[in-house]
């Protein structure tokens, strides 16, 4: 199971900066510092903006290797070479040291103050194995005011009842009006396990974070699914959520 933070804010300058981290009720956030704790591994990055150049993960730790830059990245610009996926390492993950900042560095070529920068990072505990089964993907559309810089939390309407049993989510895949994060939130707490958002039809190949690849999100009964939560890049109105769904007693 892995969990899912997020760096966002809009740029000021055409030299690389940091990007602010988003104010989080799971994570010690301050400015532009998220501070690691027991989940030190990352095992995906994502991330992207208007007219990005490069972007990084920092951290004291990360540069004694070098910190890892994220390609390829999702740009808003109107000749952007939309074929993008997520960096997924589940089998690979990158450590970090407990107890220190992450920073989310970017430098871009223009400076669109109405397009944030952002970049998601998911963290674990140490690799992820893939898992296989009967899974399902179950579709679910609502409206939902996504706003920049800021977690936005929904609860999910199941658009099918379930049989009585335990579920497991093997993947997930959100859509909507533009770029961002998003992660689900468990009954009962835990970690928020999420990955990138799809925008509109923009061509993202969401493959690595869906049908097992991920390992297991989380487990819920068919009485209590998780919440929704989406952190957007521009401010956006709705959402259709994919859930792999094993069932598995």
């Known amino acids: 199971m892995h969990h899912t933070i997020a760096f966002c804010e809009e740029p000021k300058v055409t030299t690389e900066e940091n990007i602010a981290g988003v104010s989080d009720d799971t994570m010690r956030v301050v400015g532009n510092d998220i501070w690691v704790g027991e ?10 903006g208007h007219s990005i150049q490069t972007l990084r993960l920092v951290s004291p730790s990360l540069r004694a290797f070098f910190c890892p830059y994220v390609h390829p990245l999702v740009s808003l610009a109107a000749d952007a070479y939309w074929a993008v996926k997520p960096v997924e390492m589940c089998r690979n993950p990158i450590p970090v040291a407990t107890n220190e900042a992450l920073n989310a560095m970017v ?5 669109h103050v109405d397009v944030d920068n952002f970049l998601g990072v998911s963290l674990a505990d140490g690799p992820i194995a893939p898992v296989y089964g009967d899974i399902r993907t ?6 939902i ?3 920049q810089k800021t977690w936005v939390a929904a609860d999910l309407t199941l658009p099918a009842d379930l049989p009585v049993g335990r579920y497991q989510i093997a993947g997930a895949m959100c859509r909507s009006n533009y770029t961002g994060i998003f992660r689900l939130i468990p009954v009962g707490g835990g970690s928020r396990p999420g990955g990138m958002v799809d925008a509109g039809a923009d061509i993202m190949d969401m493959t690595s974070q869906r049908f097992g690849n991920m390992g297991v999100w989380l487990e819920f009964d068919q009485l209590t ?21 094993i069932r598995v007693g």
């Open 107 to 111: 430098k871009v070529s223009e400076v």
């Open 39 to 48: 989940l030190n591994k990352v095992v995906a990055l994502f991330g992207g």
């Open 145 to 147: 005011t996504a706003t």
């Open 225 to 245: 699914p998780p919440r929704i939560e989406i952190c957007a890049n521009v401010t956006g109105s709705w959402y259709s959520l994919k859930l792999d769904l």
């Open 138 to 143: 179950m579709v679910i559309e609502a409206d």
